[in-house]
């Protein structure tokens, strides 16, 4: 950010989102293998900077939904990535050169560390082998009421301090001791030594030491895999963006529940308007104002309770969209482009989401009705989506391929779409992912 | 408790805390030592509802002294719990008094080298090896642009900001990345763990606690003889006006007083945001200690720093408020008027009847006593004299003070400012007029 020629603050969105997509075509960090790699890594990104502009590229970019199907297609799976960092590796490498031409891909993605999650257990998630079967392609999340309706001053009064010392003992037993911690905001650094008197707390301290190696190299091993894949020529299009989401699912997905959040929408509204606004507050302050450069500009946020079949139109436009929308917004503002995710259908919310700065949202549909998506927002928005995970997982290579033409069909005329599924399909037949490649470029070209 | 604490008054919410103080659950010596126990508590709660005690009460004006008085100094019994134990041990045992307080300000010498305490000096860390006191050591530790980072967390704004600053341990927390964005997910809490520099730092603090808990098992141990010989504690918690939370620790002086007028916004939302977390930290140790009276000392408000118009401005209202939250917690206030008051007296009246104790250092008594009618006063012996007088001086500086800030209740006797070294006598001389002349 400061390496650019003119000051940051000064600068258009639009000019701080080209000096985002310039360092996104031209890495500083990634040797590639090849000339030929670069080139085809600098067409690939080029692809997507100008659907995402609203411009026509060569052809229509693909966003393949590959999840972490290639463990699958290697013969191992997501429990055996837990525990197997480097086998992950030997996969992947695998599964690029059969690929053959791909406009993104990834390392293995949200695969968490097995022996670490043994240890610092999450009554959030379940994993494969851990409260799931060994074999469970995806991990489960355990939604609960962990935040009790009337907390919702005391986390404002001091979000961290409520995170880590009520939240986190609630939800992992690994954490329980952290209940005892004093409070975090004395301005007195014995408070520090008075809770490592605290002999559980002071393990709790102790295992993540002892458990550090083993964190290192996961994490070294994640970062290999991209790093490889990268000097390939392959981009990535979730690398580095902030973490984010909706405000409404911050409280509705992790805190409050799906049940306590709708029974707070009638109880107690202001409250959770108060606990939204400061939330976006928060997250604009902490995560996204002075964003750094990293590899990728996209930020991928996941929606959740904001679909069409959860809240009426009336609702999504009182309590759902003005927070997601100032996000977004702060996003743009720094040259950051936002994917919402919208998992479920948002068909009836298009009419709803037109109010932002043209090209500056991209829109990653997942069961929403694409022609009309095109209709509605597709002079705003660059449209990413939506060939049903069903097909591309069970489906034939003809389907595939004939769900794709529609989708181009409907969505392709004067840029701004990129090719996606409509979820990630986790054990998707590589074939079907392939095939569609072959649609992109047989019926997307421009 | 009959009552749901929710629904009770603030006078009710006292009366249950006095009786904990009263009765404090512990083992005494002998009966007389209970029986003595309850008189003293009595007599400091009754001067506090403005009700008539036996005699007026005694805040024994002692901070460092027991050092000095049992042959060591301050900079032995830091490094020594062993003599820190035999030096206040001794001091309890000599000295005749209403209260008694536990060397908890003492701090242990070797945990604030290992932590790298950088604000505050001790003997032999940056001053004299016989200096009979510690130094804080002001600084801007929060820049002017970090209002904002402290206004949305505060945790968060101290552990990753502050504390680096304000001890060299902490320096590898800078690295650290926000708490909020993981809440609920452990994997991004564990990550910090990568780093050897961020796990050193645990290392550091394992060590240090080691270390603290043999200080802190010595001072409780003092503390828990004190009681069951009879002597309460008088200090149940320790508070702050949000001015002097962010004038004395966060910008100092200095940034504070430019913050006045280059971003009073800012200042106020701070201090606005500082009320509660004040507040929930006194009621926190009280209920651990038992005794319901918060100390609350002083500085940037005082005569000499600001006018009265700023004092209105930026200095009372929200100090206001965490007393009033205090209150309605049933704990007792004690601001401790460091420096000159009286230009303030006029202000600080407006509070509940007999929901405050006021301590002045510098200050016309006779003119406290008519303006705070509704509330206790205490003070204000000059520290000078307690130090460097005699005992007759004291004693006879003690009676006019009786006489004009006793009647009709509402006193505790004690110095200006609390003593570290001088002429233990006069600690004697003034526990005798109060029993001379202080009898209602």
Redesign the interface.
């Known amino acids: 950010m400061n390496d650019t020629a003119k000051n940051w603050d000064k600068m258009t969105w639009q000019e701080k989102r080209e000096e985002r997509f310039k360092r996104w075509l031209n890495p500083p960090d990634v040797k590639f293998v090849s000339q030929e790699a670069e080139k085809l890594y600098k067409e690939r990104v080029t692809r997507f900077i100008k659907a995402i502009k609203l411009e026509e590229p060569d052809r229509v970019p693909v966003m393949l939904p590959t999840g972490n199907s290639p463990a699958y297609w290697g013969g191992a799976n997501l429990h055996t990535l837990m525990y197997d960092y480097k086998k992950g590796h030997e996969i992947w490498k695998k599964y690029m050169e059969a690929f053959g031409d791909m406009d993104a891909f990834h390392g293995p993605g949200f695969v968490?560390s097995g022996r670490?999650s043994e240890v610092?257990?999450?009554k959030?998630q379940k994993l494969p082998g851990l409260g799931l079967p060994e074999d469970a392609p995806m991990y489960q999340f355990v939604e609960g009421e962990?935040m009790k309706a009337d907390e919702y001053d005391l986390l404002m009064?001091?979000?961290?301090?409520y995170?880590?010392r009520v939240?986190?003992p609630r939800?992992?037993d690994?954490?329980k001791a952290f209940e005892r911690l004093?409070?975090?905001?004395?301005?007195y650094?014995?408070i520090?030594?008075?809770?490592?008197?605290d002999p559980g707390i002071?393990k709790i301290?102790?295992t993540?030491?002892d458990?550090?190696d083993e964190?290192?190299k996961w994490?070294m091993a994640s970062m290999e895999i991209n790093n490889y894949i990268r000097s390939q020529g392959y981009p990535s299009l979730f690398g580095g963006g902030?973490?984010?989401g909706a405000p409404f699912d911050?409280f509705g997905d992790?805190?409050r529940g799906t049940h306590g959040i709708f029974m707070d929408m009638y109880r107690q509204p202001e409250k959770l308007h108060a606990a939204m606004d400061y939330q976006l507050?928060?997250?604009i302050?902490?995560?996204i104002k002075n964003f750094p450069m990293t590899s990728s500009p996209v930020c991928i946020m996941p929606l959740h309770k904001g679909d069409d079949t959860f809240m009426s139109d009336k609702q999504f436009a009182e309590f759902y969209w003005p927070t997601l929308r100032a996000l977004c917004l702060a996003m743009i503002d720094e040259g950051l482009v936002p994917m919402p995710f919208a998992e479920g259908r948002y068909t009836n919310r298009l009419k709803q989401i037109t109010d932002t700065p043209k090209s500056g949202v991209v829109w990653w549909f997942d069961q929403t009705d694409m022609k009309e998506a095109k209709r509605v927002i597709g002079d705003i928005c660059c449209i990413v989506g939506n060939v049903p995970t069903s097909i591309v997982m069970k489906g034939t290579v003809q389907q595939v391929k004939d769900a794709c033409r529609q989708l181009i069909e409907d969505c392709a005329a004067g840029g701004g779409y990129i090719l996606g599924g409509g979820a990630s399909a986790d054990t998707a037949p590589i074939e079907n992912l392939q095939a569609m490649m072959d649609a992109a470029k047989e019926y997307g070209v421009y | 408790m009959a009552k749901e604490w929710a629904d009770m008054t603030w006078e009710e919410k006292r009366e249950e805390r006095f009786k904990q103080w009263l009765s404090p659950g512990i083992k005494f010596d002998s009966p007389e030592a209970e029986r003595l126990y309850k008189e003293r508590v009595t007599r400091f709660t009754k001067a506090i509802k403005l009700e008539k005690p036996d005699r007026v009460p005694v805040a024994i004006p002692v901070q460092y002294l027991p050092a000095v008085y049992a042959g060591y100094d301050l900079g032995t019994v830091m490094n020594d719990y062993g003599k820190l134990k035999e030096a206040w041990l001794k001091f309890l045992n000599d000295f005749d008094a209403d209260s008694f307080l536990p060397p908890s300000l003492v701090?242990p010498a070797k945990?604030l080298e290992m932590?790298d305490?950088k604000i505050q000096k001790w003997p032999g860390h940056g001053l004299p090896d016989d200096a009979p006191s510690h130094q804080f050591v002001e600084g801007e530790y929060m820049l002017a642009s970090e209002y904002?980072?402290l206004i949305?967390?505060?945790?968060?704004y101290?552990?990753r900001h502050?504390?680096p600053r304000?001890?060299g341990?902490?320096k590898p927390f800078e690295k650290l990345a926000?708490?909020?964005?993981?809440?609920?997910?452990?994997?991004g809490?564990?990550?910090q763990?990568?780093d050897?520099e961020i796990?050193k730092t645990?290392?550091t603090?394992?060590d240090?606690?080691?270390e603290?808990?043999k200080w802190?098992m010595a001072v409780g141990e003092i503390g828990q003889i004190g009681l069951s010989a009879g002597f309460p504690n008088i200090w149940g918690g320790m508070s702050q006006a949000p001015f002097d939370?962010v004038g004395d620790?966060?910008r100092g002086t200095h940034g504070i007083m430019m913050d006045m007028f280059k971003r009073p916004d800012k200042l106020h939302e701070a201090m606005a945001r500082l009320v509660?977390?004040a507040v929930?930290?006194a009621v926190?140790s009280a209920n651990a200690s038992g005794c319901p009276i918060i100390f609350i000392p002083l500085h940037k408000g005082t005569g000499g720093f600001m006018s009265n118009k700023q004092f209105e401005e930026f200095y009372w209202p929200t100090f206001k408020e965490v007393m009033m939250g205090l209150v309605n917690e049933g704990l007792v206030p004690m601001p401790f008027a460091e420096g000159n008051y009286e230009p303030r007296l006029e202000i600080i009246k407006d509070m509940p009847r007999s929901s405050t104790i006021w301590f002045f250092e510098h200050m016309d008594m006779a003119k406290a006593k008519k303006i705070l009618n509704h509330t206790c006063i205490a003070g204000n012996v000059p520290v000078t004299m307690m130090v460097t007088g005699k005992p007759a001086e004291v004693k006879e500086r003690c009676r006019q003070l009786i006489e004009v800030c006793a009647p009709g209740s509402g006193y505790i006797l004690t110095a200006g400012a609390w003593m570290d070294m001088g002429n233990h006598e006069n600690l004697r001389a003034m526990m005798e007029a109060a029993k001379e002349y202080g009898v209602y």
Do not use: C
Request: proline share 10%.
């Open positions: 968490p670490i610092v257990t999450s959030l962990y009064l001091d979000p961290s301090d995170n880590m939240m986190m939800t992992s690994f954490f004093p409070p975090l905001r004395a301005t650094g014995n520090w030594l008075a809770a490592m008197t002071r301290f102790q993540l030491i458990m550090s964190q290192i994490q902030p973490m984010a911050h992790a805190l507050k928060l997250m302050e902490t995560s | 701090f945990v932590i305490y904002d980072a949305n967390d505060p945790a968060d101290l552990l502050f504390l304000s001890a341990v902490f926000p708490l909020t964005p993981f809440v609920a997910i452990p994997v809490y564990v990550a763990f990568a050897p796990r645990y290392e603090l394992f240090a606690a080691q603290a808990v802190a939370m620790f966060l509660p977390v929930s930290e926190g």
